[in-house]
Every structure is written in structure tokens, then in C-alpha cells.
């Protein structure tokens, strides 16, 4: 079944790139192909220590796929090199591949700029900026240069209402996003990524922060938003792994060590490290 | 019998040797504390009582007449004013920029962002009458000769001690307060905010200045304000490079030199033909110097907590 595609004209490059979708540069992914992204022996280092060690990955296009393993196992280091969001970090060296939607974002003529503005990001703790609710979500459209404000508002509540946000906030958006609650906050930030219409959300640790019950609303989240676009999740939690993902990864002292469907990771891991990880022998 | 777990104490009560080391620890910070609120008090209200009768519309609005004996302020308090405005003009900007280099785009080992902070510590330190010095030198002999030899055919026209060349001596005196409190603000904005930014797809330009910022503002208002009232009150730098011993009108040009409220009370305190006659006047100029000086510093704290209310 070939679905409508989302990602239908598409350039990272910097000339004369105003524009969220720039015109037509010839853009290498095809039309039902599945991966959106993919990485082929991609190494991160810092300084001297190596965080990162050849992981090669292929993400599908809406799908979840979970991030576990052991602190400082580079699960956080490699979600953030999918979006470049590792070269504000001085000192950080990049090596292999990582493609997106076809394009090498670590090509040299690439401006990660641009590439942020196809890949949404999700902190470990909510961090809405100082504005109000609705410049918090319009922020990601603004910088890109968006100016028209009927588009801008409904973009704003067509980004609130896919975060499940909407109903809770739609009397109060010109009040400061700093008065919603942990819960509200880490949902504004989704909203805030979703408006920008990225084809991936990066998710680090996204329920780290949050309660119980704030927790459930962002795992259910997260499976619905999984019908629109991919979401890689970086999560301590191996329950939370097994109620959102549809695939898993384990990262080990920054190699990937086993990627597969979620439940067949954690009941039948074909490697020994897994094992022991999943069975809480180490972790 | 039941012996008692705990060891006995004969008593709680303490003798007055125990006390002894706090109470007098007590009284003489105390003391010295009562000392500063003392010192302040009595050049309030010495001020005060010798500087209010002499207020008046025409003290503020009239230039000095008759030898400094009668007459006003009026072209010294425009001349504080203009010379503050023109520093502010020229320090603010060089020391936001020169804090937003240090902070935002310099790299974390950078050898340039060493010395800079290297150069700003020593600035802070140097003495205030050595920047009048250098003001002579640099911005009166050097920038305004040059000037007039290459475009007023060696006319004296800025080769002078004026306006421009005063404020420029204290927008460099100025420079260290508005650069340090400057980056003090710009490194409290949480990197988690900064990250937001870039991560939704805006450029390190737009997450300083849509982000970064804004919300240091506060922060960077106290340093500009805390830089005027500093510079409102310096003598030393403008004595060679600018400021009139008595000039009855008003500047209106870069190259006028102008009265100054500080250099007007040295003046008046020590330069008068006739002390007793100028004395209530040397009064009312120095009330009006203070209230200036306190104007900015209340100003600067409402600003503050303004801010920080609403952030």
C-alpha cells in the first residue's frame, strides 16, 4: 500500500534555504521506501573517549523504536547525533553516516540547522522557554520564518491538539508556559516539536521527569503520534520499552549490541549481554 | 536499683564566661555595622539640612552668576546628563557585545576570550584620574588632532577636551561593570533553554536573540544602570577631557566642552574666590549629585525585581 508521503520535496543544504520546505532538490527518498533514517558505522567521540562506537541502524518510517541500556552506554550521545544536536557540544567528532530521508546530514555542505527543522527533539526535562504557551509552539515556525498568523494559530492548535494538550490550555495561551504543570510542560514541548512537522521525533528519556500519571499520557502519546510520524525513544525504563515500541535496541558501552521487535528482545535476546541486561543481572 | 542509661548533667545553666565570646562577637560586628548606618546618616542629613533651603526653581534652572556666589546649576546638570547619555550610548552596546563574544560564540579554551577577561579585571582596577590621563592622550591628542588635521584643515575643532572625548574616557571606565554583569546574565540563562531553541531549528543568532537574550535583560539593565550612576559621579576622568570650570551656556554641539555636577562641587569647595558665600550653593549641588546618584541605583533594583517577578 503505498501511503501518501510526507517528505515529498526536501534539501538540507544552506543556499537560499528560507523556506521550512524548500523547493524540489531532487530528493533521494522514494516514495514507499520505509527507512527514514539510517546510520552505517557511526562513531561519536569526545575528545579522547569514544561514547559512540559503529552503530548502524535503519529507523522505519511510524514506528517506535526504544533506545535502553546502562548509563553512559551512548544511548543519549547517538539520539542526539541524529539531529545534530551534539556539534553545540565542543569537541565532539562525528564519524560515518547518518541519512536522513535519503540526504547525508553530515555531508559538508549540510546546514544542521536545517536538519533540526525536520527532526523534532524532546528533552530529558521539559524546557518550555520564558514565552507564553502559544509563541512556545510557534517558535520552531517563526524562526524558520513563518510570519502569516492565521497559518501560525492554526498550526499552534492543530500542534496542541496532537499533543493532547489543546482541551487543557486553549483558554490560557497567551499565559506563560512556565505556570503549566511538569506533566503540561513536557506535552508542550511535544506540541512545539509537532508543529514544525518533523518526519522523526527524538525522545530522550521524555517520562524522566514526570509522574505517574503524567507518565501514561506521554506513553499514550507517543503511540498515537507513532501513526503520523517515527519516534526514537531513549528510555530507562524497560516496561515503558515494552508498552510503546515496536522495536528495541540495546546499547553497551556505546555499541550497539541488538536491535528487534520489543518483545522478541526481551524474551528470547540473542545475545549473551542482552540476557543479562534484561534479566536485571546488571544495569 | 535501676541505674539511669544516660550519664547525669549537674546542670543546663550556663555560667557567664560560656556567654562571654558570643556576647562580645555580638557587639562588635554590631558595632561596626551601626557605624556604616551612623557615616551615612550624618552626610544625609548634613546634606540635607544645609542643601534643601537652597533648592529652588531657579537654583535648578538658572547657570551660576556673580562669581558662583548666586545663580544655579542649570548648565552642569545638563552637561552630567548629556555626557551620561552619550557614555551610556557607546558602553552599553560595546559591553553587551563584548559579554554575548564571551559567553555565546567564543570557544571554551579560547586564548582571545582569556585575555579579554584578563583585560576587563585590570580596567576595573586601574585608578580613575589614570583614565582622564589616557583620555588626554588617546581620544583629545591623538583620535581629535587627527581629526582636525585631516578634515578641518588643523583647525582646532575636536584637538579639544569636549563632550565626545569625556564620555568616551568614562564609557571606558564603564565598560568592566556592563561586560561583567552582562555575562553574569548571559551564563544564568539554563543551557536547557538554548537547547530548546536550536533543537526546534533556530540559529545560534536567532536563539541569542530570541531566547538568550530577552532573558538575561534584567541582568543587563543592572549593569547599564549601575554603569551610569557610576559614571555620573566620576570626576577624575573628565577634569583634561572636557568638563568647564564655568561656561554659563548650555552644549549643544560633540566638540563643546560643558559643566559636570562633580567637577561643579570641586570647584565650588575649593576653587571659589569667596567659601562662605558659595557654601550654601556647594550644598544644593551635592543634594542634587546624590539624588541623581540614589535616582539610578533605585531605579536599577526596581528594574530587578521587576523582572525577576515576572520571570
Not at chain 1, 520552531?140 to 497559518?151: N, Q, S, T, W
Not at chain 2, 551564563?187 to 531553541?197: F, G, I, K, Q, T
Amino acid at each position: 500500500m503505498a501511503s501518501p508521503n510526507r517528505h515529498a520535496s526536501f534539501t538540507l543544504s544552506t543556499p537560499g534555504c528560507g523556506t521550512l520546505r524548500a523547493m524540489a532538490a531532487a530528493a533521494s527518498f522514494q516514495r514507499g521506501e520505509s527507512d527514514v533514517l539510517r546510520t552505517r558505522e557511526l562513531t561519536v567521540a569526545y575528545g579522547e573517549k569514544v561514547a559512540v562506537k559503529d552503530v548502524s541502524l535503519d529507523i522505519h518510517d511510524r514506528e517506535v523504536i526504544a533506545l535502553i541500556g546502562p548509563s553512559g552506554c551512548g544511548k543519549s550521545t547517538f539520539l542526539r547525533t541524529l539531529n545534530r544536536m551534539n556539534d553545540t557540544v565542543d569537541g565532539v567528532r562525528v564519524t560515518g553516516t547518518v541519512e536522513l530521508l535519503g540526504h547525508d546530514i553530515y555531508a559538508k555542505d549540510v546546514d544542521p540547522v536545517l536538519v533540526r527543522r525536520h527532526v523534532g527533539m524532546v528533552f530529558q526535562r521539559p524546557n518550555p522557554l520564558a514565552k507564553s504557551i502559544f509563541d512556545n509552539v510557534a517558535y520552531g515556525l517563526r524562526v524558520a520564518g513563518m510570519r502569516d498568523k492565521k497559518v501560525l494559530a492554526q498550526r499552534v492548535e492543530d500542534a496542541l491538539t496532537s499533543a493532547a494538550l489543546f482541551a487543557e490550555v486553549k483558554d490560557r495561551l497567551h499565559e506563560s508556559a512556565l505556570s503549566l504543570s511538569g506533566g503540561q510542560q513536557q506535552r508542550l514541548c511535544v506540541a512545539r516539536a509537532l508543529a514544525c512537522e518533523p518526519s522523526v521525533l527524538l525522545m530522550d528519556e521524555p517520562a524522566s521527569a514526570l509522574d505517574p500519571i503524567s507518565t501514561e499520557k506521554m506513553e499514550e502519546l507517543v503511540v498515537g503520534l507513532a501513526k503520523r510520524l517515527c519516534i526514537v525513544i531513549v528510555t530507562h525504563s524497560m516496561n515503558q520499552a515494552l508498552r510503546v515500541a515496536s522495536r528495541t535496541a540495546f546499547f553497551y558501552l556505546g555499541e550497539l549490541v541488538e536491535v528487534g521487535p520489543t518483545k522478541e528482545l526481551f524474551e528470547s535476546p540473542q545475545q549473551e549481554r542482552t540476557t543479562s541486561y534484561v534479566t536485571g543481572r546488571f544495569g | 536499683m535501676n541505674s539511669p542509661a544516660v550519664r547525669g548533667v549537674r546542670s543546663f545553666a550556663s555560667r557567664p564566661i560560656d556567654r562571654a565570646p558570643g556576647l562580645i562577637t555580638t557587639a562588635l560586628t554590631g558595632a561596626c555595622a551601626f557605624l556604616l548606618i551612623l557615616m551615612f546618616g550624618v552626610v544625609l542629613v548634613d546634606v540635607l539640612r544645609h542643601g534643601l533651603s537652597v533648592l529652588s526653581w531657579e537654583f535648578l534652572s538658572q547657570p551660576p552668576r556673580e562669581g558662583m556666589t548666586k545663580g544655579g546649576i542649570l548648565p552642569a546638570i545638563v552637561g552630567t546628563t548629556l555626557l551620561t547619555l552619550l557614555m551610556t550610548v557607546m558602553t552599553v552596546p560595546a559591553g553587551v557585545l563584548t559579554a554575548i563574544y564571551l559567553c555565546e560564540y567564543s570557544p571554551r579554551d579560547s586564548r582571545l576570550a582569556y585575555v579579554v577577561r584578563l583585560c576587563v579585571k585590570n580596567l576595573a582596577g586601574v585608578p580613575s584620574i589614570v583614565y582622564g590621563l589616557f583620555g588626554v592622550g588617546f581620544f583629545v591628542s591623538a583620535l581629535g588632532s587627527g581629526l582636525d588635521g585631516a578634515l578641518f584643515g588643523g583647525h582646532t575643532t575636536y584637538g579639544k577636551g569636549c563632550l565626545v572625548w569625556a564620555s568616551g574616557t568614562l564609557a571606558i571606565l564603564t565598560l568592566p561593570v556592563v561586560v561583567v554583569a552582562t555575562e553574569e546574565a548571559l551564563l544564568a540563562v539554563p543551557r536547557e533553554m538554548r537547547d530548546a531553541s536550536l533543537a526546534l531549528g533556530a540559529t545560534k543568532l536567532q536563539t541569542i536573540v530570541r531566547v538568550v537574550l530577552p532573558r538575561a535583560l534584567p541582568g543587563i539593565l543592572t549593569g547599564a544602570i549601575l554603569a551610569i550612576g557610576r559614571g555620573a559621579g566620576e570626576v577624575a576622568p573628565i577634569l583634561f577631557t572636557g568638563a568647564a570650570y564655568y561656561l554659563p551656556e548650555l552644549p549643544t554641539h560633540m566638540n563643546d566642552p560643558f559643566m559636570n555636577l562633580g567637577y561643579h562641587v570641586y570647584v565650588l569647595a575649593t576653587q571659589s574666590p569667596n567659601m562662605d558665600q558659595t557654601r550654601p550653593l556647594l550644598y544644593g549641588t551635592v543634594l542634587v549629585l546624590l539624588v541623581i546618584s540614589f535616582a539610578m541605583d533605585l531605579t536599577a533594583f526596581v528594574v530587578r525585581s521587576r523582572m525577576r517577578a515576572k520571570a
